[in-house]
């Protein structure tokens, strides 16, 4: 039973002293001296995006103005196979088609 008691308090204080650490953390993330101030007027404001458009049925849809096509079913530029080469895949009526699958690994196209 006391070990038990014992066992409790000893986590209890593990627990506020890590809370204690993080918030102390925290604060001293927050409280470093910025640049611009939260809703500061003079703040640089982002370049305006177009949003792009819907597709219909006479043309596809517009991408935004800041993306990245990865894809525009023409070829696979933008794309990279398995082993960091150029992608070996089939091309074709607007799509793009797995030949051979290797192992799989992240996209590294930017």
């Not at 209890?12 to 918030?23: N, V």
């Not at 925290?26 to 597709?55: F, M, Y």
């Not at 070829?75 to 895949?89: E, I, M, Q, T, V």
Request: with cysteine.
């Amino acid at each position: 039973m006391t070990k038990t008691i014992l066992t409790l308090t000893m986590a209890g204080c593990a627990l506020l002293a890590i809370s204690c650490f993080a918030f102390e953390a925290r604060s001293a993330q927050t409280n470093r001296p910025e640049r611009w101030k939260i809703h500061d007027l003079d703040r640089p404001q982002p370049a305006a995006v177009d949003p792009g458009t819907s597709n219909t049925e006479r043309q596809p849809a517009r991408p935004p103005s800041d993306a990245v096509v990865l894809f525009v079913g023409k070829n696979l530029s933008r794309w990279r196979g398995g082993d960091g080469g150029p992608a070996k895949w089939k091309v074709a009526n607007g799509y793009m088609e797995v030949v051979k699958r290797l192992r799989q690994y992240p996209n590294s196209f930017l």
